[in-house]
């Protein structure tokens, strides 16, 4: 374990740097100190909150230099494709190729925060009809225009049907622009019906088998274009192989959420947290080094529980947080306001559950590309939260709503409402834009309001 | 006989009306204001005005959404929590081009048929559906062939009736004093401006839209809005069609429905390039909804593709405070055409 737990800032992380490094801490390939990725004009880590372990550095330093690792193999003749919308299933396939780095060009959505809108991304978005009434998510068409962000794939893979209409419109007006995709059709999940074969998927939703089939059948596509594009046949060993490296990260993130969920302190921050979920959606384009981050950060974890240490005060107020926030800051913010995270839903949680092993592969990734929490209905989505925040002991919950994103609007009062239905715990809605500067008092005074409620029922019904 | 709502053009009003009961497709009035909806952002209007219709509607035995859009997809969580209607969520893909989605919207329209005897339809024979489409598909033929008879209001409204009531109601021109004056008016105003009405489906009271264009010196000759041309199948093909009437209808509708939600939307600009040709028109009013992403994007794309002047007004769904300003925006249109 590294020094007594705490959050710092950027400055205080370059001392700390110094201080790792004169002990002689591993630094891999990409380490090296946090400050420098501000020369990259990444201007928002001023003003963040890290937590001060090395785990954390490695995270933060193999989440800031994916563009570099893109780029290299490209250099390396390895075949790029980015894989939009899935969340954590066409990766999967991806990365069981010998040649193959996958991304999500989606991810661009935090780059008008990461960079104080200083790329200019979401005017290019602007000036190709893609306005703020569209999710961040839009950062992306002004990534592809520079193409400074990442470097162009060799390949476009994007799942529609029951996607979000956002990305379904910036998506073809990214075709239209030149740049191919291979759709591929996600069905809207639907429960079976009496005369159907139900299968289980992995998170506990069900579906009608021939749902489950066709998806199948759809990933088979996908599958054919990715060996045609590489060369190389992808059979069901390699596939299960990968799933198994897949597997390693999900249940790697299952015991560290565990841990920074329940443990008595919480033992890594709230933005280190939504990091490393994240990586499991496309392993941030290295697919062994994310196991290796991971590792490290549930060892440091487990080390602070074990020790009873952590970087949050013991009676924090504990919040269940719905959506990812376009400003990272928001994160912080509730630890500030003397809250902790206690369960999430970032849109994908189904990257997240262990694909089953006991199934032909491609039958196994479409029952977890069914398990998409977005591709079925808000309230089985609400579900979902409602048992986390059982398993987890939420005491409330905070919706984040992306601006402009067409399922918020009307699944957040679904969720609210069936959320209250089942546990009586207050609910909150903030809309969080990429910068939240100009409005910091008012979704600061929303969070100390909502931790207030919490302590006042605390205090009215003491467990 | 109960009645199904819907307002999906993806949805078959003959597989309805097959299973002996009545299909009416919905055209929502000006935005209404829905439970705790109302005062949420981010909702297309269409979307809370169709919500709106089908709460409040107590001739409905059941209503059908289908899945085009995220905002419908979602409407549906609203219809089945809040609604006393039985409600069934059509799965129509947006992919078009494999064997593997056209199947699986025939197995929609099967799955439809299940819901529909649950709610009081029966099984259909093949033959009874056949001949179900055929008279509808005569119906469509009537109504496309009064076009030039009537004036663009009109003819929308037909097609609009035609969907609420099915053929029985509207679609032949069998009032001999209409066609005369129709043919009169079609005589009278040869020299409009011809327009086209690109976008997604109007609510009732957006008809007068028709008639600011007319009285500004121009003629809608494309309605290419959900609710209107666009929005009807393709002809039937009546060859073999005891058979498998089912697989023909699937064709129809998927196959000959030219949608935004489509990806790719390709086979929308070639329904569009031909038909802007084929009816000479000279410019485009895009119509659209706020927060309606598929067809907000769908502007740079048109603006890119289709080389006309476009005419884009997007509209919070409350017609009566935005008409004087729509008004004022197609005269000032008309006047660049003109
Ligand atoms: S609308 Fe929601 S699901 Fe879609 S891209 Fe934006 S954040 Fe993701
Ligand atoms: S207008 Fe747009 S958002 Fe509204 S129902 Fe149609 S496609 Fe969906």
Redesign the interface.
């Known amino acids: 374990m590294s020094d007594a737990p705490k959050r710092i800032t950027l400055e205080q992380w370059d001392l700390q740097y110094e201080k790792l490094r004169v002990a002689g801490a591993f630094q891999p390939y990409y380490g090296g100190p946090l400050s420098r990725h501000l020369k990259d004009g990444d201007q928002r880590l001023l003003k963040l909150r890290y937590d001060n372990s090395a785990a954390a550095l490695r995270l933060w330093n193999f989440l800031l230099t994916e563009k570099n690792r893109l780029r290299e193999a490209r250099a390396e003749g390895k075949r790029i494709v980015g894989t939009m919308k899935d969340l954590g299933t066409v990766p999967v396939m991806a990365y069981s190729f010998d040649n193959v780095v996958a991304f999500y060009p989606d991810g661009a959505w935090w780059i008008p925060c990461v960079m104080e809108l200083s790329a200019g991304l979401l005017e290019i978005a602007d000036s190709?009809?893609?306005?703020e009434?569209?999710c961040p998510v839009r950062a992306m068409l002004g990534a592809f225009v520079t193409g400074a962000h990442f470097p162009l794939p060799d390949m476009l893979v994007?799942s529609?049907?029951?996607?979000?209409?956002?990305f379904?419109?910036?998506?073809?007006?990214l075709?239209?622009l030149g740049h191919p995709?291979l759709?591929?059709?996600m069905?809207?999940r639907?429960n079976p019906?009496p005369d159907e074969t139900a299968v289980t998927l992995p998170g506990g939703f069900s579906a009608p088998k021939?749902q489950v089939e066709?998806v199948q059948?759809?990933l088979e596509?996908v599958k054919t274009a990715l060996e045609e594009l590489t060369g190389e046949r992808l059979d069901a060993e390699k596939l299960s192989a990968g799933i198994k490296k897949a597997n390693q990260v999900r249940r790697c993130l299952s015991e560290l959420r565990h841990l920074a969920f329940t443990a008595q302190r919480c033992p890594v921050p709230a933005l280190e947290m939504l990091i490393a979920e994240m990586l499991a959606i496309h392993f941030c384009s290295d697919r062994r080094e994310t196991i290796a981050v991971l590792g490290e950060l549930l060892d440091e974890a487990k080390a602070r529980v074990q020790a009873s240490v952590g970087v949050l005060d013991v009676d924090a107020a504990r919040i269940f947080w719905v959506n990812p926030v376009a400003d990272l800051q928001v994160m912080n913010l509730l630890e500030d306001c003397g809250g902790r995270i206690c369960g999430t839903e970032y849109l994908f949680s189904h990257a997240l559950d262990e694909i089953p092993e006991d199934l032909p592969p491609l039958e196994a990734l479409a029952q977890m590309a069914l398990a998409d929490p977005m591709a079925g209905?808000?309230?089985d989505r609400a579900e979902r939260i409602c048992a986390d925040i059982k398993m987890y002991g939420a005491e409330a919950v905070l919706i984040s709503r992306i601006p402009?994103?067409?399922?918020?609007?009307?699944?957040?009062?679904?969720i609210a409402?069936i959320v209250q239905e089942k546990f009586d715990i207050p609910v909150v809605e903030i809309e969080v834009p990429p910068v939240t500067d100009s409005m910091r008092p008012t979704v600061r005074t929303r969070l100390e309001a909502l931790v207030e409620t919490v302590e006042a029922r605390r205090r009215v019904a003491p467990k | 006989m109960r009645t199904i709502v819907y307002t999906c053009p993806y949805v078959p009003a003959e597989w309805i009306a097959a299973h002996g009961l009545r299909p009416s497709r919905v055209m929502p009035d000006s935005v209404g204001s829905v439970f705790?909806?109302a005062g949420?952002?981010?909702?297309c209007p269409y979307?809370r005005g169709f919500i709106a219709e089908v709460t409040k509607n107590d001739r409905g035995g059941a209503v059908v959404v289908t899945?085009v859009?995220?905002?419908m997809?979602?409407?549906?969580?609203?219809v089945?929590?809040k609604c006393e209607l039985p409600a069934f969520?059509m799965?129509v893909?947006?992919?078009w081009q494999?064997a593997?989605?056209q199947e699986?919207y025939t197995?929609e329209l099967r799955?439809l048929g299940?819901f529909l005897i649950r709610h009081g339809g029966k099984s259909p024979s093949n033959d009874a559906l056949a001949a179900i489409m055929l008279e509808y598909d005569i119906a469509r033929t009537s109504i496309f062939a009064a076009r030039e008879r009537l004036s663009a209001r009109e003819y929308a409204e037909r097609i609009a009736a035609f969907g609420r009531d099915g053929p029985s109601s509207s679609c032949v021109l069998r009032d001999a004093s209409c066609v005369e004056r129709n043919t009169q008016y079609a005589i009278r105003n040869t020299r409009y401006v011809p327009l086209a009405i690109i976008g997604g489906p109007l609510m009732k009271q957006e008809f007068r839209i028709f008639d600011i264009v007319a009285e500004s010196g121009g003629r809608i000759v494309l309605d290419a809005t959900e609710t209107g041309e666009r929005g009807m199948c393709a002809p039937l093909d009546a060859e073999g069609l005891r058979e498998d009437p089912l697989s023909k209808l699937a064709r129809a509708y998927f196959g000959g429905i030219q949608d935004v939600?489509r990806?790719?939307?390709s086979e929308l600009y070639d329904w569009f390039e031909e038909k802007l040709t084929e009816r000479a028109v000279r410019g485009i009013i895009f119509r659209r909804y706020?927060?309606?992403?598929?067809w907000?994007?769908?502007?740079?794309?048109l603006?890119?593709?289709i080389d006309l002047p476009v005419l884009d007004i997007d509209t919070a769904g409350d017609f009566e405070s935005e008409e004087n300003r729509t008004a004022g925006r197609i005269g000032a249109f008309m006047e660049m055409l003109q």
């Open positions: 190709l009809g893609i306005d009434s569209f994007c529609v049907g029951a996607t979000c209409d956002d379904s419109a910036i998506a073809q007006r075709e239209g995709i759709w591929w059709e069905p809207h639907r019906e021939r066709f059948s759809e596509r209905s808000s309230i402009g994103a067409s399922h918020c609007a009307l699944e957040g009062q679904v409402e | 705790s909806l949420r952002e981010g909702v979307v899945t859009c995220d905002q997809r979602r409407a549906f969580d609203i089945t929590r969520l799965n893909p947006n992919t494999s593997a989605v699986l197995d799955r299940r939600s990806r790719p939307d706020v927060w309606c992403d598929m907000h994007a769908e502007l740079g794309r603006k890119d593709l």
